[in-house]
């Protein structure tokens, strides 16, 4: 008898999205099909969210901004026209809704920890874990956006790697409140002796560091996951220290095989460094997917989308990702690299002063620059495929390109492809997010920084 075959590895899969009109690929929402202006309402959320879990998506992961993109034509003109990220409401105020409509889809929402104090954030983030029984993750962000810096009352952005460090001392905060707070065995809920929690069980937590002073009990009881999933998307080598310490999912931006596969390796190399299991880092790339049921109507789908996708709208964006306000050049004139304290990984790619406007533009002419996968339903589940096997990568963030018929072609065509094919479950474990995602405990591995704080 020969060996049995490998169980294949199964893809992860999260719908990349935020609470807005254009997110990633610009100009779409003028497509008749596109309902993301519906996005005020909440009937919008949770059929999304059903439609989500439907496909067995792992999580709906949101993105989020707290300033406006101001970098083109150093002005908000093209951002307000397109809405590119603006108006953008609040992420968070989402998830009770969704969660009550679901029972196993995961909610990976972005917030900024430069702008939020880290006693009422944790237990804003503890009351979504609660009320979701722990389908919460948190993608921790320390901003990049100097409008956004201006607004909550900073002369201009912090130091990229100053960020970092205050958010190596913000996540220490929050561990000591979610992890050491209160012990595991608190909460008797006795009315008998008419004794809900126990004092005894329950710790002040008193922290004295550089950037917070604080002192004071979690206000909340230990929720399903105490710490939520961590997730983050820092790439510069600052960001990828911060990674090994701290992350449970990275979120990267590839744009070809053997260089995600690099940045995937970096991402398990600073995990081992830190301690910690390599593969206890699920690493994520956003994707563009347009599927037909064959290969001819895909590419006429993808056709159709070009001809309302904004270019300009996606080179706008761009511009704010990397602090260079590409409208002041000509259309072939080579564009200067400058350093700033932008998205590094961003302006990596224009640092040999190759990339011209023109170029810009051919790259975003879907109004984004992620890569786009074209095809048959077999044919997407090969490249989805591939890209896993050459590269380690664990899953993908899927990106909205016309809203909801971009998932729901992938969930009605792809879907069961990759499930024929064992790459892709056929049922949702039980348990929280973290249990879902890495076949483990609910709470934080005894490898990760945060479990040190536990009582």
Sequence with gaps: MGTPAKPKKKILLNAFNMNC??????????????NSTQYKSVEYWTELAQLLERGLFDGLFIADIVGVYDVYQHSIDVPLKESIQLPVNDPL????????????????????L?????????????TLDHLSRGRVGWNIVTGYLDSAAKAMGLSEQVEHDRRYDQADE?????????????ENDAVINDREQRVYAQPSKVHKVEHHGEFYQVEGYHLCEPSPQRTPVLFQAGSSERGLVFAGQHAECVFISGQNKA????????VR?????????????KVFMGLNVIVGASEELAWAKHAEYLSYASAEAGVAHFSASTGIDFSEYELDEPI???????????TKNLQNNDWTRRKLLEQHALGGRYITVVGSPGQVADELESWIAETGLDGFNLTRIVTPE??????????????????????????????????????????????????
């Excluded at 260089?259 to 970096?266: F, G, H, L, P, R």
């Design 21 to 34: 009109i254009g997110h990633i690929n610009h100009g779409l929402w003028t497509h008749p099909r596109d």
């Design 93 to 112: 105020l989402l998830v009770s809704a969704m969660a009550a409509v679901t029972r196993n889809l995961g909610f990976g929402l972005t917030a900024n």
């Design 114 to 126: 430069t702008y939020e104090p880290p006693y009422l954030f944790a237990r804003r983030l503890s």
């Design 170 to 182: 913000y996540l220490e905060v929050l561990y000591k409140l979610w992890e050491g707070s209160w």
């Design 259 to 266: 260089s995600t596969k690099v940045q995937v390796d970096k």
């Design 269 to 281: 190399a600073s995990a081992a460094r830190a301690g910690r299991n390599p593969h206890d880092i």
């Design 336 to 346: 200067q690299y400058v350093k700033s304290n932008a998205i590094q990984s961003a």
């Design 406 to 455: 971009s998932y729901v072609d992938f969930i009605d065509l792809v879907i069961p492809e990759l499930q024929r094919r064992g790459s892709y479950k056929t049922a949702y474990d039980e348990g929280t997010l973290r249990e879902k995602l890495f076949h483990a405990e609910a709470h934080l591995p005894e490898q990760h920084t945060g479990s040190v704080f536990r009582r």
